[in-house]
């Protein structure tokens, strides 16, 4: 699997999910981080089409000249994605969520909220976070907004957890008998069917 976390393959079905994808084996006790730096966590926004090039290319340039801020940002996005990575491994999995987590998610909707505006779109109406672009953690933003859809949509039981163990992927199930199991068929799906190959051999 591609560990670059501008590349990485998208396979959760909705933006937060993904975004809980960001760590590498997170079920396990050792994850691996993909988003090193700001640098990474822009070029994973890009990637998953929240920045566009121009966006990436102005907030790397206010990063180098405000790096604390910077180093901030990258803070509260490790701990928005690990609260929703908790959340939703919850829901995937059947236990109780933590209201810790909930509150995390809560006070992150509301400052994604200070900078949220409906704009007319194409004859209908569209919330954007376009007010609060040129803020270093503005990607964050869409992200908080994806969780509260998902966790208001009425479709909880389609969001699963990878069943490799410990690869840890969330994704939303939208196959219509609810059968996927595997965050990639390709990656863990070919695992476990090489373990069962190698059990019935032995």
Sequence with gaps: MNTDAGTLILIGERLCLDFANTAGWHNGDNPNEWLINYEKLLAWSRHAEILNTSQEKALLEKARRHSDQAEKALEEAIELREA??????????????????????????????????????????????QRGEDQLNCMLHPIVKSAIDLLLSGKLNRVKLCEGDPCGWLFFDSSRNKSRRWCTMADCGNRAKARRFYHRKK
Aim: without cysteine; aromatic residues 20%.
């Design 84 to 129: 929703i990575f908790r959340l939703f491994r919850s829901i995937a999995t059947g236990k109780k969520t933590d209201t810790f987590d909930l509150a995390i998610l809560n006070k992150y909707f509301t400052k994604a909220n200070y900078f949220a505006e409906i704009i007319p779109r194409d004859g209908e109406f569209a919330l954007t976070f």
